[in-house]
């Protein structure tokens, strides 16, 4: 059974500070992570993907990946209130000879974001 | 572009009627993917097809559950007969080979299911 655990939360961090959001998964064969961001009562939407170990940066998003230790984290620098949502950590199955389009979703962490 | 179009949006039914859903993918895009979200198990994949084949359909519950998509701007999602644990928000989402290697998934807006 393929697994990807995150922290439920809630998170609360105040505006302005940095928001880091954890992931860990058991498939070994897994090559792709993304995250996306669901705002309550809408859809998810992608913010990040990362296929390669170490650090990956988009604006004030920056994902990180350690594929020994299994684990993939978003940090949010500046955090704004408008961040304030609940962040998927999605793993795909292609390196277990499924298809990069199977993903797993985590259940989710709920960010929020403090004025 | 008019998105993922998914309907209804909503759908109160009774235990044991038949339940359809339905959603159109963005133009062009040659995947489709059923969801299914709850509170307790979280966002979970059904089955998804590639140019209108179903590819994986591991994750649908039981044999109440049936997906077609007849041509490649058109799916739909049978639950027969509904029960109250089939209370949820379905999601269906594209996505299209070769979008610059991200394999990203656009989600259409959600049908909350509710069984009573």
């Known amino acids: 059974q393929k697994e990807v655990e995150q922290n439920s939360g809630p998170l609360s961090v105040p505006e302005g500070a940095i928001a880091s959001l954890n992931c860990t998964y058991s498939d070994r064969g897994s090559q792709s992570f993304f995250w996306y961001r669901q705002y309550s009562g809408k859809s998810p939407e992608l913010i990040m993907f990362i296929y390669s170990n170490g650090d990956k940066e988009d604006g004030r998003f920056t994902a990180q990946l350690n594929k020994a230790s299994q684990y993939v984290s978003l940090l949010i620098r500046d955090s704004q209130p408008s961040d304030s949502a609940t962040y998927l950590c999605a793993v795909n199955a292609a390196g277990s000879g499924g298809s990069n389009y199977k993903l797993t979703f985590g259940k989710g962490t709920l960010l929020t974001v403090n004025p | 572009d008019a998105g993922v179009i998914q309907s209804p949006r909503h759908e109160v039914t009774e235990m044991g009627q038949e339940v359809t859903l339905r959603c159109k993918p963005i133009?062009?895009?040659?995947?489709l993917f059923w969801y299914r979200q709850t509170m307790m198990r979280g966002l979970e994949l059904l089955i998804y097809?590639?140019?209108?084949?179903?590819?994986?359909d591991s994750g649908m519950p039981e044999d109440r559950f049936s997906a077609k998509m007849p041509n490649a701007s058109f799916s739909t999602l049978k639950i027969q007969p509904s029960e109250p644990r089939d209370s949820a928000v379905y999601f269906c989402?594209?996505?299209?080979?070769?979008?610059?290697?991200?394999?990203?998934?656009?989600f259409g807006p959600g049908t909350r299911l509710t069984v009573t």
């Open positions: 133009s062009g895009h040659d995947y």
């Open positions: 097809f590639n140019n209108n084949v179903p590819i994986d």
């Open positions: 989402a594209s996505s299209s080979t070769g979008l610059a290697g991200s394999y990203e998934q656009y």
